[in-house]
């Protein structure tokens, strides 16, 4: 999650292009939120992949900034053969990489900049995932067709209701089908968006679900992101037909010194930056 740290200094690029001023803490509902989503993930994807693109590979399966991989993790199950839907896809390294595993992947992401570079990356790698330009508030897909969904922090941080992605990754998947994601974890909401030791002091309500956004000069939001409890998440799943079966708290790996916004060994030799819900679609 984002708090108060000075923006510029976060994404300088994104923040150029769209005049960002300053940050407020306001509701925001679905099309502006969407809007700006679209606008800020475009402007910031040269930069984005700039930075992380390395990390990320052109055809891996990276699960969070603590550098787990589902090579090693293998939530998703044997997808050799499965039809598998990436959630929020981004420049796409997940979804090549499960089609290197024989998976039959449909990727999509609202932002048209992130599918610019995913299909960079699939002319390079030769690993052909379908891309779709698609909001996950409403999925251009037809009901019961997915074995396997998944996210790599894609498209839930930034939109006003999991109950409604929920429905729409239930809607598409079959009966049993694996439902596994990674996002911010939730208790990284009280503390200022800072990898090192000023990060380590609680300045916010975990309760308070007010949204951060980041505004222009005439107060429309440039950036916007959402924050949920654990049990948030745990009752939208329930609600949505999903069976919780694990939720994985990634330690920080020992050695491992990237840091990444605010992850970084600092902060994950205390608490979790990570939580990856792995769900079952009930029959």
């Not at 052109?58 to 293998?74: H, I, K, N, S």
């Not at 729409?168 to 911010?184: D, H, I, K, M, Q």
């Not at 949505?240 to 079966?245: M, P, S």
Request: proline residues 6%; glycine residues 10%; hydrophobic residues 40%.
């Amino acid at each position: 999650m984002v708090n108060d740290t000075n923006p510029a200094e976060r994404h300088a690029a994104a923040e150029s292009v769209l005049g960002t001023a300053g940050v407020a803490h306001r509701e925001v509902g679905a099309s502006e939120a969407t809007a700006a989503s679209s606008a800020w993930w475009d402007a910031d994807a040269d930069a984005y992949l700039d930075t992380h693109g390395d990390f990320l590979g052109e055809a891996d399966f990276v699960w969070c900034p603590e550098g787990l991989r589902e090579d090693d993790l293998t939530l998703l199950g044997d997808v050799a053969g499965a039809s598998v839907l990436e959630v929020g896809c981004g420049s796409a390294p997940c979804a090549r990489w499960l089609t290197k595993q024989g998976a039959k992947v449909a990727a999509f992401d609202l932002s048209a900049g992130m599918l610019r570079h995913a299909r960079a990356g699939n002319r390079r790698t030769g690993l052909t995932p379908a891309l779709v330009r698609a909001d996950a508030q409403h999925l251009p897909f037809a009901d019961s067709v997915f074995d396997v969904a998944c996210s790599s922090f894609g498209a839930l941080p930034f939109v006003p209701s999991l109950e409604t992605v929920f429905h729409e990754v239930a809607r598409v998947l079959r009966p049993n089908g694996r439902w596994v994601f990674s996002t911010t974890h939730p208790l990284r909401w009280i503390f200022p968006d800072d990898p090192g030791p000023t990060g380590l002091t609680v300045t916010q309500s975990y309760f308070d679900r007010t949204p951060y956004v980041e505004v222009d000069a005439e107060g429309r939001a440039t950036y916007v992101e959402y924050h949920r409890t654990l049990g948030d998440y745990v009752r939208a799943l329930d609600a949505t037909g999903f069976r919780l079966v694990d939720l994985i708290e990634p330690e920080w790996p020992q050695g491992h010194t990237r840091v990444w916004g605010q992850w970084g060994p600092v902060r994950g030799k205390f608490f979790p930056g990570t939580a990856i819900f792995c769900c079952v679609l009930r029959s």
